[in-house]
């Protein structure tokens, strides 16, 4: 299958800036997920941080077996927009929201042994919820420190070497989560890590929940391997096994469909677009990265922009931030006012950040089905959106 379907998407259909997902896209994540799940017994559930669409609820829940909530809002949205199991974890709970989200959760993940003494005797008065703590396997994968949980003095998770196996008397679990965006081998050897730092904890616990991360619906993804070295974990640990992937789940399934509103040359070929970085997708200041965008190449961030010839074109937002750059990038067919362009791989953590700043409107919805070219706009969002949360 090819990385994604957009392509062959008739942009004119939705109105600008607009969200498509592409049904097709995500179910065939899904079969993936759903296969790993079944082969290598574990339990996978939708990181809703990431990807939290509940138009597409009932596609995600035909395959996968509940959520992975950030707190409370997300464990309700789990419990009543998805279902399934919902298991919840945040760095941080609030006194005021723990019976609402005892009542959202089927398994809520601590962050600390100083949390799990707070809050024990509500959550066993609470009863029918399985506790686990976050346990730091201090094995770092990830170069960014923005996204590394390992990272020094981290506050996601007690470090593993101060966990002895006496202070998980009373909860059932334990959790790990160390990557991002990762390939097969550093899961590998995360789970090494896992295995050598948490070994001592295993016998005190009947499940572990081995985080996101991982690239595991891209092409390519050695899925034999990845079956395998799960269910030898499994096997050899007699635990129960949870995977909570994010990005997986939507990738190559999203796209930003959005409009030129305006080019000049002002020393340097520009044009502005009705979607912002800012607003509708600000991982690409804050990682930073370039999205990829149909029909043209993306050029390094910091490309200078005095000596480039016509095929090169800077894409702003409408904001006023100065810094609101979507990328450069050399086209095919360089992109006049009132064309549409696709920007490729913007359903994970971009439609859950986005935010109205400068009144900037939200992106509209579509679901798309590759396959039929059925295409409905489910959601628009207006001044009501706008106004209501200021
Ligand atoms: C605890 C935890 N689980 C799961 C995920 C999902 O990761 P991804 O979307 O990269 O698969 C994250 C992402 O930050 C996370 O922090």
Same mark, same amino acid.
């Given at each position: 299958?090819?990385?994604?379907?957009?392509?062959?998407?008739?942009?004119?259909?939705?109105?600008?800036?607009?969200?498509?997902?592409?049904?097709?896209?995500?179910?065939?994540?899904?079969?993936?997920?759903?296969?790993?799940?079944?082969?290598?017994?574990?339990s996978v559930l939708l990181a809703l941080k990431a990807f939290s669409c509940f138009a597409?609820?009932?596609?995600?829940?035909?395959?996968?077996?509940?959520?992975?909530?950030?707190?409370?809002?997300?464990?309700?949205?789990?419990?009543?927009?998805?279902?399934?199991?919902?298991?919840?974890?945040?760095?941080?709970?609030?006194?005021?929201?723990?019976?609402?989200?005892?009542?959202?959760?089927?398994?809520?993940?601590?962050?600390?042994?100083?949390?799990?003494?707070?809050?024990?005797?509500?959550?066993?008065?609470?009863?029918?919820?399985?506790?686990?703590?976050?346990?730091?396997?201090?094995?770092?994968?990830?170069?960014?420190?923005?996204?590394?949980?390992?990272?020094?003095?981290?506050?996601?998770? &007690?470090?593993?070497?101060?966990?002895?196996?006496?202070?998980?008397?009373?909860?059932?679990?334990?959790?790990?989560?160390?990557?991002?965006?990762?390939?097969?081998?550093?899961?590998?050897?995360?789970?090494?890590?896992?295995?050598?730092?948490? &070994?001592?904890?295993?016998?005190?616990?009947?499940?572990?929940?081995?985080?996101?991360?991982?690239?595991?619906?891209?092409?390519?993804?050695?899925?034999?391997?990845?079956?395998?070295?799960?269910?030898?974990?499994?096997?050899?640990?007699?635990?129960?096994?949870?995977?909570?992937?994010?990005?997986?789940?939507?990738?190559?399934?999203?796209?930003?469909?959005?409009?030129?509103?305006?080019?000049?040359?002002?020393?340097?070929?520009?044009?502005?677009?009705?979607?912002?970085?800012?607003?509708?997708?600000?991982?690409?200041?804050?990682?930073?990265?370039?999205?990829?965008?149909?029909?043209?190449?993306?050029?390094?961030?910091?490309?200078?922009?005095?000596?480039?010839?016509?095929?090169?074109?800077?894409?702003?937002?409408?904001?006023?931030? &100065?810094?609101?750059?979507?990328?450069?990038?050399?086209?095919?067919?360089?992109?006049?006012?009132?064309?549409?362009?696709?920007?490729?791989?913007?359903?994970?953590?971009?439609?859950?950040?986005?935010?109205?700043?400068?009144?900037?409107?939200?992106?509209?919805?579509?679901?798309?089905?590759?396959?039929?070219?059925?295409?409905?706009?489910?959601?628009?969002?207006?001044?009501?959106?706008?106004?209501?949360?200021?």
């Amino acid at each position: 299958m090819a990385p994604h379907n957009f392509a062959k998407l008739d942009t004119a259909c939705v109105p600008t800036p607009c969200h498509v997902l592409d049904l097709a896209r995500l179910e065939h994540n899904l079969q993936i997920l759903k296969r790993v799940g079944d082969e290598a017994g574990v339990s996978v559930l939708l990181a809703l941080k990431a990807f939290s669409c509940f138009a597409v609820s009932d596609l995600v829940m035909k395959y996968l077996s509940g959520t992975a909530a950030s707190g409370l809002y997300e464990a309700r949205l789990g419990r009543t927009r998805f279902g399934g199991d919902v298991h919840a974890y945040a760095p941080g709970l609030k006194d005021a929201d723990i019976d609402e989200l005892l009542d959202c959760s089927d398994h809520l993940i601590l962050n600390s042994l100083q949390q799990w003494g707070r809050f024990r005797s509500r959550i066993e008065a609470h009863g029918g919820v399985e506790t686990g703590l976050r346990v730091n396997p201090m094995h770092s994968e990830v170069e960014n420190p923005l996204y590394d949980p390992c990272a020094s003095w981290s506050r996601l998770g &007690a470090p593993a070497n101060q966990v002895t196996a006496a202070d998980l008397e009373g909860l059932s679990g334990i959790h790990v989560h160390a990557l991002c965006d990762h390939p097969y081998d550093a899961f590998d050897r995360m789970l090494s890590a896992v295995e050598a730092r948490c &070994a001592h904890l295993f016998g005190s616990v009947e499940w572990i929940n081995l985080g996101g991360g991982l690239l595991i619906t891209d092409d390519g993804f050695p899925l034999e391997r990845f079956i395998e070295r799960l269910a030898g974990f499994r096997e050899r640990t007699g635990l129960k096994v949870y995977i909570e992937p994010g990005t997986a789940v939507a990738l190559h399934a999203g796209a930003l469909v959005s409009q030129v509103l305006d080019r000049f040359d002002y020393g340097a070929p520009l044009a502005v677009m009705d979607t912002s970085a800012t607003c509708h997708m600000p991982d690409v200041i804050e990682a930073p990265f370039t999205p990829d965008l149909l029909g043209a190449t993306a050029l390094p961030r910091n490309t200078a922009m005095d000596a480039v010839d016509a095929h090169v074109i800077r894409l702003g937002g409408p904001t006023c931030l &100065a810094g609101d750059i979507i990328g450069t990038y050399r086209f095919e067919m360089p992109p006049q006012v009132g064309d549409r362009l696709v920007f490729l791989d913007l359903a994970y953590y971009t439609m859950v950040k986005a935010t109205t700043f400068n009144g900037m409107p939200l992106p509209s919805l579509a679901l798309w089905d590759s396959r039929t070219d059925a295409l409905e706009v489910v959601k628009s969002f207006g001044y009501a959106d706008f106004e209501g949360r200021l």
